[in-house]
Nanobody, 118 residues
Framework: QVHLVESGGGLVQPGGSLRVSCAFS????????ITWVRQAPGKGLEWVSS???????PRYVESVKGRFTVSRDNANTLYLQMNNLKPEDTALYYC????????????WGQGTRVTVST
């Protein structure tokens, strides 16, 4: 059974940095991607970044390119390093896993809240 647990959220000032983590376990051959998805207050889900489990290839939504970096350690932790944060980055950040071509989800975490404000 896939298990994902996020941590590291918090309050940060505009222009600041924060790193959120996702500890994962239980992946099988049916999981291809680990993804960060966020939901801003009053808005829908937005895909932020993903990493291909097999190739390590990262992808980003245009609005975070050059500011966010997704990475994975040799164990079972995914990171999202967020630099030059903006108020519009305020959201609940979820870690989620997906199958081939993102056709299906294999698991979701409970989310970690990031607030960018003075």
């Amino acid at each position: 059974q896939v298990h994902l647990v996020e941590s590291g959220g918090g309050l940060v000032q505009p222009g600041g940095s924060l790193r959120v983590s996702c500890a994962f376990s239980g992946f099988t051959f049916s999981t291809y991607y680990i993804t960060w998805v966020r939901q801003a207050p009053g808005k829908g889900l937005e895909w932020v970044s993903s990493i291909n489990i097999n190739t390590g290839t990262p992808r980003y939504v245009e609005s975070v390119k050059g500011r966010f970096t997704v990475s994975r350690d040799n164990a079972n932790t995914l990171y999202l390093q967020m630099n030059n944060l903006k108020p519009e980055d305020t959201a609940l950040y979820y870690c989620a896993s997906f199958g081939f071509e993102f056709r299906y989800s294999t698991g979701w975490g409970q989310g970690t809240r990031v607030t960018v404000s003075t």
